[in-house]
């Protein structure tokens, strides 16, 4: 899941480490939540030191201008975790420390964290890149399949997140392309319709655009949006909705590892178990910045009625086994997915 964000906290938005002792983690906006960080700070008499990116390839960028052991952990797109091993950036985890064995069942994305029999990362939240939409203004029974975006009844009440990725996976559900069949081929029957849906569109933005027209009401419907979206604004408007529709859509997940070159191991691997223990996970799943689902099913023992109920934790087996995992494009299929949403921006 692409980002755009501010710093929490100015003071955790820092370039660099500031001394040894500290902890650097290249993180995204949830972890510099200071209600996360401190209570990790205190148990180890330490500062956790973060730098948000945006995107896998911001923070591999990140790291090679970097010195080796500028940064102890890393947390990168689940399905990207393989891009930095073959780099050489990750070390290995103990497995059999690692809280796997409380994760949601059905969350069958470890395998992204394994290269060669050895786990590399851990999966420490998801969520969904779907449909979100305010109820009060649009009949939800419409949400319940995705072909209600071409049906004009919503023309100029729709925004499409800015991120090609999971809105042209979402096009292709519509197609009946399955994610992991969407290569340079299908690529071609995804022209029509997704320049289609542009035009029924009033906008195509990042996360705090695209949240922002949702919240304001200048538009109604969110295509690429989800929980990590619209639970931070709840409590302002529980108008605000998602969905997943007949068709499906896309579950994107976080992993955190441990980089190879940390000069704190031993203290970077209790942070990656303090963020994948219930108590680290109810904190993140809850960030000021977004909402996820954690992936440990005992954080639920540290949630509230009403924060379980905004991020539909009951329903996540079903949700689970109806969406599709985000697509892993080959290079060729990456670039041509690419200039397929550069081409749509500029028509």
Known sequence: MKLTTTCAAAALCLALPAHAADLNALIWCDHADPALLEPFEKAHNVRVNTKEFEGTASGLTILEQSQPGDWDVMVIDAVDVGRAVERGLFAPLPANEMATADFFPQLVLDKNNTVDGTTYA????FGYNTIAYNKAK??????????ALWSGKYDGRIAVYDYYLPVEGLVGLAQGVATKDLDAAALAGLKEPLFALKKASKQVSDVVGSQTALATGEVDILVGGGEWLTAVLHSENPDLDWTIPAEGGLVWAQSIAVLKDSTQPGLALDFVKYITSP????RLATSSCYWGMPANRKAGDHLSAEQKAILRWDDQEAYLQRAQLYPVPDAATDSAM???WTDMLQH
């Open 338 to 340: 690419q200039d397929l």
């Open 122 to 125: 851990v999966t420490e939240k």
């Open 138 to 147: 649009v009949d939800p029974e419409d949400m319940k399949s995705l072909k």
């Open 279 to 282: 108590e680290g996970q109810a």
